[in-house]
Structures are given as structure tokens and as C-alpha cells.
């Protein structure tokens, strides 16, 4: 992949050149991103941010769930939050500020650490904060924007922003984020947990996640939203598409609204088995299925283009 001459100063964080994705999301598939950085904070990112030339494509990642990039990678820069974005803080009245690179499963136990209650359905999403602030994430009867109630943005020039739960709007998997701008932490209001039952919650959202879901093999989460009223899951299920493989690249046996890299599969194989799913429930039900999932960069053939 070629990658732009232009010269980025950097007093911290990292930055990798021609670095591959399949590193960095949770499928293990994917081509190399030109640039690659992971700040060291908020000020090394904004004046990272404030190097890039304004027509320079930008993808934000977290743990790389709910991720997938094209086998001919990305031709811009992606910045990385996780790990990297990823403080805490317990104010008063039940306040918790997080940085958009915490993992939601950490920050799930932590609010239980700290005897707060509201946020254990976060322990059953494979990403980190920012995303499910971005995509408004749920489980188990939780959402994230109905315990988050503000948010820190970030935008092109580097400069922070402080959004509120009014103006982002949040919907069934989706926010209303000005375009050009990004997470980089929120505010969430939880409540005093007065049974002291949380660690017991949350135990039992993972079991019962372990239970439905294929935990352990390579996928991005769940693949498509559920359309109004019904299960994508149980939509694909019912077409008898459990098993339906592209290369290797497998519709999951244990819920089918999950696809499996079984071991090399690409990118294509993945994005193959994406549409041969949608098609085939759509011939047969009627309904269009919508991915949930982020697809992103050019095809292979396109790399060095």
C-alpha cells in the first residue's frame, strides 16, 4: 500500500506504517492501514489531528469488534483508542467519567467495584466505550445512552467539544454525532447498587452470553441489527443458513447472527458471506437485513492501485 509522504510530528504515542488490521480487529482479517496511531492522550491526539491534511480519511477504533477492513486495507489513518484512551473517575452522585479506548467489560466491573449499579449490561459487549457510545450499544435490556448522559468529542482541527444525550439524539443503534467528529470520553449517571448483587449480575450476563453465543472464536458481535419486531438471528436460523460457509468463513452453528473466521478466512470471504446471507433471507422472508457491522477500505485488488 502506498502511503502519503506527508510528516507528522509526534512527541508521544505511536505511530506504524503499513500496519495490518487483522492485528487489530476481532475478526483477524483485513489488509494494512497506511498509518496507524495510538496516542498517548488527549493532547498528543490533538495535535496529531491537527498535522493530518483535512482530505486525509480517518477510522477510529477501539478493540476492532464490529469492524471489518477490506483485504486491500485502508488508505488513511487509523487511530486507535483502546488502551490508549482508557481512564476512569468516580465523582459524586453516582457520576463516572471514562475515556472511549475502556473496555466496556472493564469499565462494567470498576462502576461494580465502586458499589454502583447500572452499567453491568456492559459486560456483555466485546468493545470499548466509544464505540458503544457511537453506536449506541445494548444487551441483556441495557443501552449505553440510557445510562451515559453527556459526551467529550473530538473533531478534525483537534479541538474538544462537549456534547449533551439532547443533542446527539441516541436511537436503536445509532447516535446523531456531527460529521467530523469523534468520541473520546463520557459521563455516565449510575445509581448507589443497594442489593450489592452486581458481581452476581454480571456473572450471570456472561453466562448467559456464553450460552447463546460462540465466545472464544473470531467474529465481530452480532453481524446484522434486528430488524423492527424480530430477531436477525432467529431470521437467518429460520432460513436453515446455520453453517452456510464462504471459504473460511462459516455462519455460526451456535447463533446465526454471528460469523465465524474458522482460521485464514479474508476479508472477502467474510464480506461474500455478509451478502450471501442478506440475499438469501430477503429472497425468502421479504425482510432486508442491516449490517451492523462497519465495513471499511479497498478491495485486494485495489492495493496498489
Not at 475478526?27 to 495510538?38: S, T, V
Request: with cysteine; glycine share 14%.
Amino acid at each position: 500500500m502506498r502511503v502519503m509522504a506527508q510528516k507528522i510530528d509526534i512527541v508521544k504515542g505511536i505511530l506504524k506504517l503499513d500496519e495490518p488490521m487483522s492485528r487489530h480487529t476481532s475478526w483477524r482479517a483485513g489488509g494494512p492501514a497506511a498509518r496507524f496511531y495510538i496516542p498517548a492522550g488527549l493532547t498528543d491526539l490533538s495535535d496529531f489531528l491537527r498535522q493530518l491534511d483535512p482530505a486525509e480519511p480517518i477510522l477510529w477504533i477501539g478493540l476492532g469488534s464490529n469492524l471489518l477492513v477490506r483485504d486491500g486495507g485502508f488508505r488513511g489513518t487509523v487511530i486507535a483508542t483502546g488502551g490508549a484512551l482508557d481512564h476512569m473517575e468516580v465523582g459524586t452522585e453516582g457520576i463516572v467519567e471514562a475515556g472511549a479506548g475502556v473496555s466496556c467489560a472493564k469499565f462494567a466491573r470498576f462502576t461494580v467495584g465502586k458499589g454502583l449499579a447500572g452499567a453491568e449490561f456492559l459486560a456483555g459487549i466485546p468493545g470499548a466505550i466509544g464505540g458503544a457510545l457511537a453506536m449506541n450499544a445494548g444487551a441483556f435490556g441495557g443501552e449505553t445512552w440510557k445510562i451515559a448522559y453527556a459526551a467529550q468529542t473530538i473533531d478534525r482541527s483537534g479541538r474538544l467539544r462537549d456534547r449533551t444525550r439532547e443533542e446527539l439524539r441516541p436511537a436503536y443503534r445509532s447516535v446523531m454525532l456531527p460529521a467530523g467528529e469523534w468520541f473520546v470520553g463520557a459521563s455516565f449517571k449510575l445509581s448507589p447498587d443497594s442489593t450489592g448483587q452486581g458481581a452476581q449480575r454480571i456473572r450471570e450476563f456472561l453466562e448467559r452470553r456464553s450460552e447463546s453465543q460462540p465466545i472464544g472464536a473470531a467474529s465481530c458481535g452480532s453481524v446484522f441489527r434486528n430488524p423492527p419486531g424480530d430477531s436477525a438471528g432467529r431470521l437467518i436460523d429460520a432460513c436453515g443458513l446455520k453453517g452456510l460457509r464462504r471459504g473460511n468463513a462459516i455462519v455460526s452453528d451456535k447463533h446465526a447472527n454471528f460469523i465465524i473466521n474458522s482460521g485464514g478466512a479474508t476479508a472477502l470471504e467474510i464480506e461474500d458471506l455478509i451478502d450471501m446471507v442478506r440475499q438469501r433471507v430477503a429472497q425468502e422472508t421479504g425482510i432486508h437485513l442491516e449490517p451492523e457491522v462497519k465495513i471499511v477500505g479497498e478491495p485486494e485488488s485495489a492495493a496498489g492501485v
